[in-house]
């Protein structure tokens, strides 16, 4: 699949469900299949002749919808990794495989979903199927290890999956060392930031400019590293805020001055809405609505390709007829796979995603006490 195409997982959030977090995951969510369907197909192509402003868009930035995914998901890995601090000497093996049986199973499922489409339209849109799936290939996706081993991804976005468990290792990695160092528990919890800080400013100032590390998690540390942070100064003082926000707007914007970069600017404004948002939700059937889109947003963002390579192949039959009318089907298409990738992730949802949580080993079952994300 095209790196240009590139759209993020997205996370389950605990019960204490925050507004703006709802609000921003389940947007971006719709963006990104958005995005898809403004990148691949018969709809695509007929969309950018009929609507080139708007799909242009979608297009171009819809897949910046990723870095609100990254700035909210180094929240709640910080929440729930916090949540779990005085205990991660002994339970880190345990929350690294927890979230690896949170990401997996639920992807690979939409991978034969994926594939099982495939075979159902590659008469018609050869150009959208992988060639030939071979066994290691699968494997490799099983194992997260498809980007660093350049196998050809079977299913959008399987990059971001490999991602987001990469920095939730590598989060989890540092409250791990510094929780097995001796020292007080408000020492801790000042080094701790202080190590995600850097790491946030290397990525920005560095890494995030490297395209060869974009199979790597440090590469999009920066927004993840400044979810984290955005958590922890929660807990501050008003000048440790005041100063932290200082400090960061200082690093983005010299982020910025060496190369100017148009995620980095979605990243800094997902985190400036989360920090300053002081207004209710809304209506409590606004609200509820949100939140069921963003519990289901981790389900929309696996199912959506299949549904949308089906909705492309018949707008591609419909197309071969003798009276083709495109002008019609494409915007009418879009729609339906728009509304039929939502309808179908409420059922993925419920009837995988949820029970392989529920059903999941003993071995990978949450230490007690922690938050689940």
């Not at 910046?64 to 991660?88: D, I, K, N, P, T």
């Not at 989060?171 to 007080?184: A, D, E, H, K, T």
């Not at 805020?241 to 707007?249: E, K, N, Q, T, W």
């Amino acid at each position: 699949m095209s790196r240009v195409a590139r759209a993020a997982p997205f996370f389950a959030m605990a019960a204490a469900r925050l507004f703006p977090l709802d609000a921003l995951r389940a947007l971006a969510a719709q963006l990104i299949v958005l995005h898809h369907l403004s990148v691949y197909g018969p709809i695509a192509e007929a969309m950018h002749a009929l609507f080139p402003l708007l799909t242009g868009w979608f297009y171009d930035y819809g897949r910046m919808a990723v870095q609100v995914f990254l700035v909210l998901g180094g929240y709640l890995s910080a929440r729930a990794l916090s949540a779990q601090e005085a205990h991660l000497h002994r339970s880190a093996p345990a929350l690294l495989a927890q979230r690896y049986w949170r990401l997996v199973p639920p992807f690979m499922a939409a991978v034969m979903l994926t594939l099982g489409a495939s075979w159902l339209v590659e008469p018609l849109l050869p150009e959208l199927v992988p060639p030939q799936v071979q066994l290691m290939q699968v494997i490799a996706h099983a194992l997260l290890l498809h980007d660093l081993l350049q196998v050809d991804a079977l299913t959008v976005g399987a990059w971001y999956v490999a991602i987001d468990f990469q920095l939730f290792a590598l989060l989890l990695l540092v409250m791990w060392g510094v929780r097995r160092l001796p020292l007080s528990r408000a020492s801790r919890q000042r080094l701790a930031p202080a190590i995600v800080g850097l790491l946030c400013a290397a990525s920005l100032l560095q890494f995030n400019r490297m395209a060869a590390l974009d199979a790597y998690g440090i590469y999009f540390f920066g927004a993840y590293g400044l979810g984290a942070l955005l958590f922890w100064s929660q807990s501050w003082s008003g000048r440790g805020r005041l100063a932290m926000g200082a400090l960061f707007s200082a690093v983005l914007l010299a982020a910025l001055w060496i190369q100017f970069r148009e995620r980095v600017v979605v990243a800094a404004l997902t985190a400036a809405i989360v920090a300053g948002w002081r207004h209710g939700g809304g209506p409590a059937w606004f609200q509820a609505r949100l939140q069921g889109l963003a519990r289901h947003a981790y389900a929309l963002f696996l199912v959506h390709f299949p549904v949308c390579l089906l909705v492309n192949a018949l707008v591609e039959h419909r197309a071969e007829s003798p009276a083709p009318m495109l002008d019609v089907l494409a915007p009418l298409a879009l729609i339906v796979a728009w509304g039929l990738s939502n309808v179908a992730a409420v059922p993925f949802h419920r009837w995988i995603e949820a029970p392989l949580m529920r059903w999941r080993p003993a071995a990978v079952a949450m230490p007690r006490g922690a938050a689940i994300r």
